[in-house]
């Protein structure tokens, strides 16, 4: 257990913030982050289960158009496998593991599960050249029902983009995907790893190749939910760095070099301080960062808007991109704010390493950013999502002896299976004052408003509803914050 000072002071924005008598401990919460991950499970469910509340679900997705859709991810509170976000999850997952396997004990084979489990899908959503399955489920159907995975009688059509209906955003993620994965199993299993790369190639030559957004295929399926707002370009040259990453092939990074302006464009201004499901620029320049510094090349483009990035999250920045909490919580408006929290502390992190391993520090507007007060602004949004801030609440499920109990889950908030065999349309848990049935463990819902309040209720679900891409870059946190603190 890591006893942190009784009395810590963090001054944010010029308030100051005091939290006392805080016990954080990184190993437990990384534990539970991963265990979050088999609640979402779709599928049949291995014998190694550790939330046994859950059970076997989406056992015939895609049959109904002869392919075999069975498995992955749902995405947040809903039953939806959206696999966009999904894509992205596991990138960040094995980004993650990629980092800071080496500092995850025995939660490295939960890790590589977790990752596994996704790409097992991605290959099948894959299978068919020229076509890729973006989505399974009928999204607007769904969200008027309240059903436990397990019982779900809402329609499992699933929709794919192809030659004739492009959608690069989702392709080139999911290519991404397999191409950082495909790092992760090259040592434990090289037979898997190569069949990655090979599809991660082959997926992304169809991304390149036949050009366009699965907004305008199939818009009414994926939208509002996931909408690509930010354009494909990025996702493109995402896709290629990874891939980069995993051949080290040239004609990859030319294809960056070419093709960084299309991201970094007039019509994205702004961007370059967004990394998430939709937007992956900041996350571009930081992997590629890592080259750069390697080759001393610091006037690159990539480093620059690396640059930028980092020193604009610092609350001592004359040029803010982020607003803080009274608690000192970075915060962006739109739902789940803590997707931006865990995605672009994770960034802080992995940037902070490879400054110290080429010995660099970040000249900002009025002061000097040394990889330590990146690493250190990133300990504090991890601890304010931990239990360090005003309310003493933890914004993980099951972790500290506060946090959420009625989160917007479906399935946490229906009894299990074992207890009641059928329940149909679920809307009376849904409105009942009562807590969830089941502590879906290692959640982290969308976390407090602008003035650090959070209302527990499943009715506001831009703040307590969980998703898979909120945990994912939180995993690698806990990791490195539990091999530098102790557990």
């Given at each position: 257990?890591?006893?942190?000072?009784?009395?810590?002071?963090?001054?944010?924005?010029?308030?100051?913030?005091?939290?006392?008598?805080?016990?954080?401990?990184?190993?437990?919460?990384?534990?539970?982050?991963?265990?979050?991950?088999?609640?979402?499970?779709?599928?049949?469910?291995?014998?190694?289960?550790?939330?046994?509340?859950?059970?076997?679900?989406?056992?015939?997705?895609?049959?109904?158009?002869?392919?075999?859709?069975?498995?992955?991810?749902?995405?947040?509170?809903?039953?939806?496998k959206f696999n966009f976000p999904?894509?992205?999850?596991?990138?960040?997952?094995?980004?993650?593991?990629?980092?800071?396997?080496?500092?995850?004990?025995?939660?490295?084979?939960?890790?590589?599960?977790?990752?596994?489990?996704?790409?097992?899908?991605?290959?099948?959503?894959?299978?068919?050249?020229?076509?890729?399955?973006?989505?399974?489920?009928?999204?607007?159907?769904?969200?008027?029902?309240?059903?436990?995975?397990?019982?779900?009688?809402?329609?499992?059509?699933?929709?794919?983009?192809?030659?004739?209906?492009?959608?690069?955003?989702?392709?080139?993620?999911?290519?991404?995907?397999?191409?950082?994965?495909?790092?992760?199993?090259?040592?434990?299993?090289?037979?898997?790893?190569?069949?990655?790369?090979?599809?991660?190639?082959?997926?992304?030559?169809?991304?390149?190749?036949?050009?366009?957004?699965?907004?305008?295929?199939?818009?009414?399926?994926?939208?509002?939910?996931?909408?690509?707002?930010?354009?494909?370009?990025?996702?493109?040259?995402?896709?290629?760095?990874?891939?980069?990453?995993?051949?080290?092939?040239?004609?990859?990074?030319?294809?960056?070099?070419?093709?960084?302006?299309?991201?970094?464009?007039?019509?994205?201004?702004?961007?370059?301080?967004?990394?998430?499901?939709?937007?992956?620029?900041?996350?571009?320049?930081?992997?590629?960062?890592?080259?750069?510094?390697?080759?001393?090349?610091?006037?690159?483009?990539?480093?620059?808007?690396?640059?930028?990035?980092?020193?604009?999250?610092?609350?001592?920045?004359?040029?803010?991109?982020?607003?803080?909490?009274?608690?000192?919580?970075?915060?962006?408006?739109?739902?789940?704010?803590?997707?931006?929290?865990?995605?672009?502390?994770?960034?802080?992190?992995?940037?902070?390493?490879?400054?110290?391993?080429?010995?660099?520090?970040?000249?900002?507007?009025?002061?000097?950013?040394t990889p330590s007060r990146l690493?250190?602004?990133?300990?504090?949004?991890?601890?304010?999502?931990?239990?360090?801030?005003?309310?003493?609440?933890?914004?993980?499920?099951?972790?500290?002896?506060?946090?959420?109990?009625?989160?917007?889950?479906?399935?946490?908030?229906?009894?299990?299976?074992?207890?009641?065999?059928?329940?149909?349309?679920?809307?009376?848990?849904?409105?009942?004052?009562?807590?969830?049935?089941?502590?879906?463990?290692?959640?982290?819902?969308?976390?407090?408003?602008?003035?650090?309040?959070?209302?527990?209720?499943?009715?506001?679900?831009?703040?307590?509803?969980?998703?898979?891409?909120?945990?994912?870059?939180?995993?690698?946190?806990?990791?490195?914050?539990?091999?530098?603190?102790?557990?």
């Open positions: 257990m890591v006893f942190l000072a009784m009395v810590i002071v963090t001054i944010m924005m010029g308030k100051v913030v005091i939290a006392d008598g805080v016990k954080l401990d990184y190993g437990e919460a990384l534990t539970k982050s991963l265990l979050f991950f088999e609640g979402q499970r779709s599928g049949k469910l291995p014998i190694n289960q550790r939330l046994s509340w859950r059970k076997d679900s989406g056992l015939r997705d895609g049959f109904d158009q002869g392919v075999d859709l069975v498995g992955g991810y749902y995405d947040a509170g809903d039953n939806i999904m894509a992205f999850t596991t990138t960040v997952l094995a980004w993650s593991v990629i980092e800071f396997g080496s500092s995850m004990d025995n939660d490295l084979k939960n890790a590589l599960e977790a990752i596994r489990w996704s790409t097992d899908y991605l290959i099948k959503c894959t299978n068919t050249p020229g076509v890729v399955y973006a989505q399974v489920g009928d999204a607007v159907v769904d969200h008027n029902h309240w059903e436990r995975p397990e019982d779900m009688d809402t329609p499992r059509t699933a929709f794919a983009v192809s030659t004739k209906s492009p959608g690069s955003e989702v392709s080139a993620e999911i290519a991404a995907a397999l191409a950082a994965s495909s790092i992760v199993f090259k040592r434990s299993d090289p037979k898997y790893s190569d069949f990655l790369l090979r599809r991660a190639i082959q997926v992304f030559q169809f991304a390149d190749k036949y050009q366009g957004s699965y907004n305008d295929g199939i818009r009414r399926w994926v939208c509002p939910y996931y909408c690509d707002f930010s354009g494909y370009q990025d996702e493109l040259v995402w896709g290629a760095a990874w891939i980069y990453k995993a051949t080290n092939r040239t004609s990859y990074w030319k294809y960056l070099m070419e093709n960084i302006d299309k991201v970094e464009s007039p019509q994205n201004a702004g961007s370059w301080n967004e990394f998430g499901w939709d937007t992956k620029n900041a996350g571009i320049n930081v992997l590629v960062s890592k080259y750069i510094l390697n080759n001393k090349q610091h006037s690159s483009p990539f480093l620059r808007w690396a640059d930028k990035f980092a020193c604009s999250l610092l609350p001592e920045s004359l040029s803010p991109s982020v607003e803080f909490t009274p608690g000192g919580l970075m915060f962006k408006p739109g739902m789940v704010n803590s997707q931006r929290v865990t995605a672009l502390s994770f960034l802080l992190v992995v940037y902070a390493r490879y400054l110290k391993q080429s010995d660099r520090v970040i000249a900002c507007d009025r002061f000097v950013a690493t250190y602004f990133a300990r504090t949004q991890v601890d304010y999502i931990l239990g360090k801030n005003p309310m003493n609440m933890s914004y993980m499920v099951g972790y500290g002896e506060k946090f959420p109990e009625s989160i917007h889950h479906r399935g946490s908030s229906l009894p299990s299976i074992d207890q009641v065999p059928h329940i149909g349309n679920g809307w009376d848990y849904f409105l009942s004052n009562n807590t969830n049935h089941n502590l879906l463990t290692g959640a982290i819902v969308g976390g407090p408003d602008i003035n650090d309040q959070y209302n527990d209720t499943r009715h506001d679900a831009g703040h307590s509803e969980p998703a898979t891409y909120v945990n994912a870059p939180l995993v690698g946190l806990l990791a490195y914050f539990k091999s530098i603190y102790g557990s």
